[in-house]
């Protein structure tokens, strides 16, 4: 079956927030997981309110980024 996620569940893979672990195991059962393009704005939107609000860094940022794209190829 086809499993789509929305941006607040990447940022629960990506991000450490409640109930990240919970998701972790859920998401690793999964076998066909997609996302919308617009994940991609999204995450990367979040990612620049946590590096305004100080909750992550610049580098930290960008190397989820890149993370996040490189396993959407």
């Given at each position: 079956?086809?499993?789509?996620?929305?941006?607040?569940?990447?940022?629960?893979?990506?991000?450490?927030?409640?109930?990240?672990?919970?998701?972790?195991?859920?998401?690793i059962?999964?076998?066909?997981?997609?996302?919308?393009?617009?994940?991609?704005?999204?995450?990367?939107?979040?990612l620049?309110?946590?590096?305004?609000?100080?909750?992550?860094?610049?580098?930290?940022?960008?190397?989820?980024?890149?993370?996040?794209?490189?396993?959407?190829?």
């Amino acid at each position: 079956m086809k499993t789509y996620l929305d941006t607040s569940a990447l940022a629960k893979w990506y991000l450490n927030e409640q109930e990240s672990e919970r998701f972790a195991a859920w998401m690793i059962e999964q076998d066909d997981t997609h996302i919308s393009t617009l994940t991609v704005t999204e995450l990367r939107c979040l990612l620049a309110r946590r590096e305004r609000t100080k909750e992550l860094g610049e580098a930290s940022a960008q190397q989820i980024f890149a993370t996040f794209m490189f396993y959407q190829k």
